[in-house]
C-alpha cells in the first residue's frame, strides 16, 4: 500500500485552476521531491495533503486514510513541517515540543523520552531552554523538525526544509531525513534547491500551471537536472 496517494486533485480558487487533476503514489521509505517553479502549485498541493484546504475535487490518503473524510486518522499519521516555521515565542523549545507532544495524547514519560531522543538528532539540546523568540532561523527549523517527528508518524510533509538554513544546520536536517527514509519514513518534500534533490531524492515529480510534467528518478538523470528542469519550467 502506497503511504501517501494522491487521486486526482483539483483546487480552484473562483475561476483560477490552483492544481489542475494531479496524481502521485508514493510508496513506504521513498524520499519524494516535488519541484516546481513558483506559483505552478507546490504549496497549494501540500495544504490539500494535509487538510488545510479541502480539493474542489479528488481525495489525498496517508497511510490509508483519506485526509478530508478521516481527517484525525490521517493526521496522526504525519508530522508537518511548513515553509515558515511557527513557534510560539514565549515558549522555550522544549515546552514547545512538550505542548505537540500532549497535542498527539502522548504519555508524559514517552514525550520526555523522545524529546531526549531528538535533541540528539538535530543538535537542539544547547538552545531548547531558551525562549523561541532568541532563535535564529536554524534553529528554528530544528526545534520545527523535531515537532514534526514527535509522534513517530510514518509520513513526514516538509515545505522547502533547506532554505534560509547555515551550513551546519542544512547538513544536520539532510543527514536525518536520509536516516529517517532509510528507517522506513516516508517523506514528501517540496524544495526549489535541485542540488538538495539530487542528493536525497528517490524520486522526483515536477508540476507546472497546477500539472504534474513529469516524473523520473534523480540518480538517472546524470547531473543535468537543473538544466532539464529549466528547459521544462520555461
Known amino acids: 500500500m502506497a503511504m501517501i496517494e494522491i487521486q486526482h486533485i483539483t483546487k480552484k480558487f473562483g ?9 502521485l503514489s508514493i510508496e513506504s521509505g521513498q524520499l519524494f521531491g516535488f519541484l516546481g517553479p513558483n506559483g505552478a502549485g507546490k504549496t497549494t498541493t501540500i495544504k490539500m495533503l494535509t487538510g488545510l484546504y479541502e480539493p474542489t475535487s ?8 483519506d485526509v478530508h473524510w478521516t481527517p484525525l486518522e490521517a493526521k ?3 508530522g508537518y513541517v511548513p515553509d515558515q516555521p511557527f513557534l510560539y515565542d514565549k515558549l522555550s523549545g522544549r ?6 507532544g500532549g497535542l498527539f495524547g502522548m504519555p508524559y514519560e514517552s514525550v520526555k523520552a523522545k524529546v531526549d531522543e531528538v535533541k540528539d538528532y538535530f543538535e537542539i539540546g544547547s538552545f531548547m531552554d531558551k525562549r523561541a523568540e532568541e532563535y535564529s532561523q536554524g534553529m528554528k527549523q530544528r526545534i520545527v523538525l523535531s515537532a514534526a517527528l514527535m509522534h513517530n508518524p510514518p509520513v513526514l510533509i516538509i515545505d522547502e526544509p533547506i532554505v534560509g538554513l547555515d551550513p551546519r544546520s542544512a547538513r544536520l536536517v539532510k ?5 529517517k527514509t532509510k528507517e522506513g519514513l516516508t517523506v514528501f518534500m517540496s524544495t526549489h534547491l535541485l542540488e538538495v534533490v539530487e542528493e536525497l531524492c528517490d524520486r522526483i515529480a515536477i508540476i507546472k500551471n497546477g500539472r504534474i510534467i513529469y516524473e523520473d528518478v534523480p540518480a538517472q538523470r546524470n547531473g543535468d537536472l537543473e538544466e532539464m528542469f529549466l528547459e521544462l519550467t520555461k
Open 58 to 65: 479528488g481525495h489525498c490518503f496517508i497511510n490509508g486514510h
Open 175 to 179: 543527514d536525518v531525513l536520509k536516516q
Open 95 to 100: 515546552e514547545f515540543l512538550h505542548f505537540v
Open 15 to 23: 475561476s483560477f485552476t490552483a492544481v489542475n487533476n494531479l496524481s
Open 76 to 78: 496522526r499519521s504525519f
